[in-house]
């Protein structure tokens, strides 16, 4: 099944080899269920508005704008080895690919990660996860700005939400890749997902 459309719904096509999902598809309409912002603050741990993942393997794949491949399959590998998630590369989007990394305009956010079609269950079965290099070139430290952000979108696609300053989730009292805003030099495991998020919500998911 192919989508395609315009806006804050950007969609296109995706897969799933190793397992076949059921389920009606529903395009959903400006859910951006993790935006980072530069300015826009928000809650700790709170529920996912997109209904969560859909548990079972996590795939991704590239629409043909996105030229950051590198870092976003260090952060595949990342999520794989951190977490109880597995993740896969199936060549290229198909049906019910989880995860499909694109670039865009985000108009100062330097990351998004869109659920773009539910399942029946209300969980989310496919994932624009867009990166504004722009933005992110801009920043004081873009290299790490860069991993942080993928880091913290795909995150999203698996079931947290960011957090901000100090507000640490759960009992957590270092930082992960979840902490929203820009990277500065003193910023710490932008690389690494909480342990909260990932006993409490990522591996609970899969």
């Known amino acids: 099944m192919n989508f395609s ?3 804050t719904t950007r969609t296109t096509d995706a897969s799933h080899h190793r397992r076949r999902r059921s389920g009606t598809l529903l395009l959903l309409v400006g859910l951006a269920s993790g935006l980072i912002s530069v300015t826009s603050p928000a809650g700790a741990d709170t529920p996912q508005p997109d209904g969560g993942p859909d548990g079972g393997d996590h795939a991704w794949c590239y629409l043909s704008s996105f030229n950051q491949q590198t870092a976003a399959d ?13 993740t896969f590369y199936p ?4 049906e019910h690919t989880d995860v ?8 100062g956010a330097y990351g998004q990660a869109l659920c ?3 399942r029946a269950n209300g969980t989310c079965d496919i994932h624009n996860v867009t990166l ?4 992110i070139n801009a920043a004081a430290r873009p290299i790490d700005q860069r991993t942080k952000t993928s880091c913290h979108e795909l995150g999203h696609t698996v079931g947290v939400r960011h957090y901000w300053d100090n507000d640490f989730p ?3 009292t270092a930082h992960s890749c979840l902490r929203s805003g820009e990277v500065t030099a003193n910023w710490t495991n932008i690389t690494l ?8 919500h990522i591996n609970e998911s899969f």
């Open 193 to 200: 997902y909480g342990n909260h998020h990932k006993t409490q």
């Open 91 to 94: 060549g290229s989007c198909q």
């Open 132 to 135: 504004d290099m722009g933005t």
């Open 74 to 86: 260090a952060a595949m590998t990342r999520l794989r080895n951190q977490t109880d998630v597995t």
């Open 170 to 172: 759960g009992n957590d």
């Open 116 to 118: 773009v079609a539910t």
């Open 100 to 107: 499909r990394w694109r670039q865009g305009d985000l108009s």
């Open 5 to 7: 459309a315009t806006g």
